[in-house]
């Protein structure tokens, strides 16, 4: 249990430390996101800070992330209502990884290579034990990450 302690707090921080994405607004822009590609709410607040944290309001495709598109969510793969996978390889983003990323318990991909985010890999990213492709090359973030998915074989880290 103690394990897991930090990524609860991150996880309730959330909603406590930035408001605006617990608003009405946002629950009604969740909705809209679940009915039309089934993601849960909590997926998508997650985004949200991810969004926020990578100066989203910068990136090249930014299609889906805060309004509605046909097209889904620019870089992110959804199944059966979780986020399955992100790729924003090169897409300008900046800033930091936040630790609420620990909260996509379903994430096996994350592609964030060719941008310029900065500081060290949250920790956090070492307790999804479904991620089994990490891309973060071409950064300037420092640090390690040592983690193995769930079936016990080593994180590869690009």
Known sequence: MDKYL???????LICFLLPTHCSA???????????????????????????ESLHGDNWRNKWGWKEFSDDGIFGVKIENGRVKEINLVGNGLS?????????????????????????EIPEEIGRLKKLD???????????????VNENETPLLIN
């Open 25 to 51: 607004d946002s629950s009604e822009q969740a909705l809209k996101l679940h009915e039309k590609y089934g993601l849960e709410e909590s997926d998508y607040k997650i985004l949200m800070v991810l969004y």
């Open 133 to 147: 492709r990490l891309l973060l090359n071409n950064n300037c973030i420092k640090g390690e990450t040592e983690s």
């Open 95 to 119: 800033g930091r990884i936040h630790p609420a990323i620990c909260g996509l318990s379903e994430l096996e991909v994350l592609f964030l290579g060719l941008n310029e985010i900065t500081g």
């Open 6 to 12: 930090p990524a609860l707090i991150s996880i309730l």
